[in-house]
């Protein structure tokens, strides 16, 4: 573990702070598609990404999904910080986008490297600024973009987060993650690969 931490966070940690975490968390490792976190749960540790991707949800009264951002390497949630720091339930989901490794960090360290380390305190005060930041620009998006403005965002952050021009999700799941319905979804799929942006295929997409 001692290695990816180095890897990963060496440019952003002091050597004492990469042994320390090293020393108390512990390397998970998660299949694509898993939940990390519910809504309505306590966070008892906090993660730091070392592979892969962790999409994060929020969820209406009906069980109607929105996606409010990714999570790719070298970064945490900021929503799971402040759960962790105030005990907290979670009011967002965490799933993994694709097969990930986590270092876990229990959550009593969190308060302590805030005071012990300078580095840490910048990651958790930057951490928070681009989660913010990601989540303006979903407002933003919500507010003032169409559906296929926002359907077209949706897939190129979908593209980069994965590495990958193919796209593996239903129209369905993809309505769910944008708040709508999948004949919406399906209708702008369409028009997107009429004007050869796309290609549509069997439970996937590829965007050209």
């Known amino acids: 573990m001692l290695q990816e931490l180095q890897l990963h966070y060496g440019h952003l940690f002091e050597k004492e702070l990469i042994e320390e975490v090293d020393r108390v968390a512990t390397l998970k490792h998660v299949a694509a598609g898993s939940k990390l976190m519910d809504i309505g749960q306590y966070i008892k540790s ?27 390497k070298g970064d945490t949630c900021a929503m799971t910080m402040t759960c962790c720091v105030g005990n907290h339930k979670s009011e967002i989901r965490a799933v993994t986008e694709l097969d990930t490794v986590l270092v876990m960090i229990p959550v009593e360290k969190m308060e302590e490297w805030t005071g012990k380390y300078k580095s840490w305190r910048q990651f958790v005060f930057d951490s928070y600024h681009n989660r913010l930041m990601e989540l303006l620009e979903t407002i933003d998006n919500i507010a003032f973009k169409k559906m296929d403005e926002r359907l077209l965002k949706y897939l190129k952050d979908k ?11 239903t129209h369905q799941e993809i309505a769910y993650e944008l708040h709508t319905s999948r004949v919406v979804i399906s209708r702008l799929l369409k028009k997107l690969e009429k004007n050869k942006v796309l290609m549509l295929h069997r439970n996937s997409l590829e965007l050209l």
């Open 46 to 72: 906090m993660p730091l990404l070392i592979e892969g991707a962790i999409k994060i949800l929020r969820e209406d009264e009906d069980g109607d999904e929105l996606l409010l951002y990714f999570l790719e």
């Open 159 to 169: 593209v980069a987060v994965t590495g990958s021009s193919v796209i593996k999700s």
